[in-house]
């Protein structure tokens, strides 16, 4: 594919070529990825400025979503991604082979800068998500520390960087600069630009900016810092769709495929009638998404691939609300529980109240069925990011699904994200929605394609 630069986009293309420490605070869908790869591409092949680039990110991001985008762009098909991740044996094979950009996890940052001791490689680090290093008392922020005397280029990519409050912005900005801007400590740094606000006898809970505070540091980190925001910049459709690829460990993709080989070679596909396609599918989509009911109606539970992507994904909107489709019972349960683990109110759409409390902003994720959220309800004032967990083959659902937040009352850029398993049936429902096809026909095409595909394999 290829990449013709929007204004915004080469603006911070050309801030990455002239600054050794940026940080581009943009939006999700202003493709900070591609924008970042096009920098390095020129930094490393026309400028000969860095050689060896890390790029540190959540695990599932680090898993598909810097290669892939390497691979979608035409202008990017000379980068080498080697992903470091998997076992300490792999991690070791991956950082051995030859590469441009080697992408890791942030949960093994501490190991790697353990591993490389003093011999540190890496010229140019790119920190995605940058939020996650907000805290200075963590081992990874402590890690990139040691080792950020000897990066000569770095930058932080992330949507929200301060979402909670302005003092998240020290730990970040300190990896860019060293302290040069906001001071060496984030006491000083508090002492400076915040007041104690909820405390006890001795200890300070939370603290509120001082007057102007968020005007000055604005101005202190504008040279080195890019914030943008979609409904300002982005020169798009007023939907934005963003796919996050979702690859499946080992043991999942084995159990995918040998369920898909083995239900498909089952059918002859001149005798697949509309009922068995159907229900054919609806077992692909249900294994894709993690687990797959049983004959009792039990749900089976598989693998928790997508569930720990869709965590990634909620983590990065940084507490913004998002509306979330779910396809079949199971998922909203598993997700459910995964998401009591954190302390955003969730809450399963059951009928009016539901809709005023998220309208009100009571809700941080609000789980739905398309087929019962589809249509009359106005959402739109609660949240702009909207969550597939699992795609419809409806179209007809898909739009009016996606309507419940990009409608008349909406005052800023709906984000609609897809949770999409390569290699699987999330695809062709993609393709299927994407060419506005007839279900029906899609679903029948996408059956045919996938058992000609095992009758080759025979």
């Known amino acids: ?12 293309i050309d801030k990455l070529l002239e600054l050794p420490a940026a940080g581009l605070f943009l939006d999700m869908g202003l493709g900070k990825t591609v924008t970042t790869l096009t920098a390095i591409k020129e930094l490393k ?12 990110a959540p695990k599932k991001v680090a898993e598909a979503t810097w290669s892939r985008e390497a ?23 991956a950082l051995a082979m030859p590469a441009d950009i080697y992408v890791i996890n942030r949960e093994n940052v501490e190991w ?36 950020r005397p000897k990066i000569n280029r770095i930058v932080l990519l992330t949507g929200t960087p301060a979402p909670n409050t302005l003092i998240d912005l020290w730990a970040q ?66 939907c934005t769709k963003v796919s996050v690829p979702v690859l499946l460990d080992a043991k999942a993709k084995k159990a995918y495929e040998t369920m898909e080989r083995e239900m498909l070679l089952e059918i002859d596909e001149d005798f697949i009638t509309a009922d068995s396609a159907a229900v054919l599918t609806g077992k692909l989509l249900q294994l894709a998404g993690g687990a797959v009911y049983d004959a009792d109606h039990i749900a089976q539970k598989i693998h928790g691939c997508k569930v720990e992507a869709f965590m990634e994904l909620v983590d990065s909107l940084n507490g913004k609300p998002a509306l979330v489709f779910y396809a079949f019972q199971h998922e909203r349960d598993r997700i459910i529980e995964a998401l009591r683990k954190t302390k955003l109110r969730v809450r399963a759409f059951r009928g009016a ?45 898909y739009q009016q699904a996606n309507a419940r937040l990009h409608r008349q009352g909406q005052t800023q850029r709906v984000i609609i994200h897809h949770l999409i398993v390569e290699g699987s049936v999330d695809e062709d429902v993609m393709r299927a929605l994407d060419g506005k096809a007839d279900t029906q026909d ?11 595909k095992y009758r080759r394999q025979e």
């Open 442 to 452: 899609a679903l029948m095409q996408s059956l045919k394609a996938r058992i000609e």
């Open 45 to 56: 092949y026309y400028r000969f400025a860095v050689c060896k680039v890390l790029v540190i």
């Open 173 to 238: 900005v300190y990896l860019l600069d060293e302290g040069a801007r906001l001071g060496r400590t984030i006491s000083g740094f508090r002492e400076r630009y915040f007041l104690p606000d909820k405390r006890s006898a001795e200890r300070v809970f939370t603290y509120k900016p001082k007057h102007d505070t968020e005007q000055t540091i604005q101005d202190l980190i504008g040279d080195i810092c890019i914030s943008m925001k979609a409904e300002d910049y982005l020169t798009l459709p007023e």
């Open 71 to 93: 691979e979608k762009w035409d202008h990017l098909q000379c980068l080498r991604v080697s992903t470091v991740l998997g076992s300490k044996t792999k991690r070791v094979r």
């Open 353 to 397: 109240q539901d809709a005023d409390d998220w309208n009100n902003g009571n809700i941080d994720i609000l789980l739905a069925h398309p087929a019962s959220t589809a249509y009359g309800l106005n959402l739109q004032f609660g949240g702009n990011h909207v969550i597939w967990f699992t795609p419809t083959w409806s179209l007809e659902l």
């Open 1 to 12: 594919m290829k990449f013709v630069p929007h204004n915004y986009q080469q603006f911070c």
């Open 112 to 147: 790697l800068v353990d591993y490389y001791r003093n011999a540190w490689p890496f010229d140019m680090v790119v920190i995605d998500e940058s939020s996650s290093f907000k805290d200075q008392s963590t081992k990874r922020w402590k890690a990139m520390k040691r080792v």
